[in-house]
Structure formats: C-alpha cells, structure tokens
C-alpha cells in the first residue's frame, strides 16, 4: 500500500516539475529528480547507482545553465547591468500580472528598455534583449526535455511495479 502512495506523490511531483520547466518559480528539473529517488523508496524500479548519479549532475546542469546561459549571452553581446537587472526584473514583474507567457515577454522588454536606459542605442538594445529571450526559450526545452526523460524512466519503473 505504502509503494502505491509513494508512486502517486512521485507522479504528482513528476508533473509539477514539467510545469516547472516553463514557471521559473518552480525548479522543474530537480523536482522530476526527486520524483525518481521518491519511486526508489518505495519500489525496487532497477535502476543502478550510476543511472542515479548521472540525473543528479544532469540536473544540476540544467539547474545551474537556467540560470547562467541568458546571463552569459547577454554578457557576450555586451550587455550592461541596466540591461541584465532590466530583464530580471522585466521577468518577475511579466510573472506576477501575466503568468505565466508574462515571464518571455516582460524579459524581453526589460531587457531592451534596461539598455535603453543604459544608453544604448534602440538596434543595440533589441539585440540584447533578442538574445536574453532565445537563450531563456533554449532554456526552457532543454529543461523540458531532461524532465520529460525523467518522467519518462518514472512512468517505465512505475507501470512495471504496477503490472
């Protein structure tokens, strides 16, 4: 009975975390990770320790690059701290009156008007908010795919348990 629990808050868990990929509030990866390690206790699903340890640093990764990679794209296309605190705040605020698409479009534009204010000229300012958002939408699907893998080996341990 205790493993049936187990496999339902796991898959409950597993679903947030896809949701996860795309509201920055939710740490997606890390939650379909601890879905996995959920499942583990209470099933013996097969997987070895390496399977384990891979998805541990995987996640860590992604964890690490959601962060990293828009900042070190606007940094290569020399962004200003106008421009990088533009596209922070820009996203929080688009999350706050417009989840959860607020998020892309309040990025963007606090992104170009961050370089605005900077002093950057409107073709400069466009570019830095261009690359912001496409490196924070490769984010996003590659957030998507590991979670989806994860999700993915959940189910496969889960409906084998079952059946």
């Given amino acids: 009975m205790i ?8 898959l409950l ?41 891979s998805w541990a640093a995987i996640t860590l990764l992604v964890t690490v690059l959601d962060y990293a990679l828009p900042i070190m794209g606007a940094k290569v296309y020399k962004a200003s701290r106008f421009g990088i605190w533009g596209s ?11 989840p959860p698409f607020g998020m892309i479009i309040g990025l963007f534009l606090g992104a170009v008007v961050g370089e605005l204010l900077a002093g950057k000229k409107e073709w400069q300012a466009l570019k830095v908010g261009s ?31 079952i059946f």
């Fill in 13 to 53: 868990i597993a679903f947030i975390g896809i949701i996860g990929c795309v509201i920055p509030a939710i740490p997606g990866p890390p939650l379909n990770f601890l879905s996995l390690v959920i499942l583990e206790l209470g099933i013996d699903t097969g997987y070895e320790t390496e399977f384990y340890l």
């Fill in 131 to 161: 690359v912001t958002f496409f490196a924070s939408m490769l984010m996003i699907l590659i957030k998507l795919a590991a979670s989806g893998v994860m999700t993915y080996y959940f189910i496969k341990a889960s409906v084998g348990y």
């Fill in 3 to 10: 493993e049936i629990i187990l496999i339902a808050i796991g």
């Fill in 88 to 98: 922070v705040i820009g996203m929080i605020i688009g999350i706050i009156f417009f």
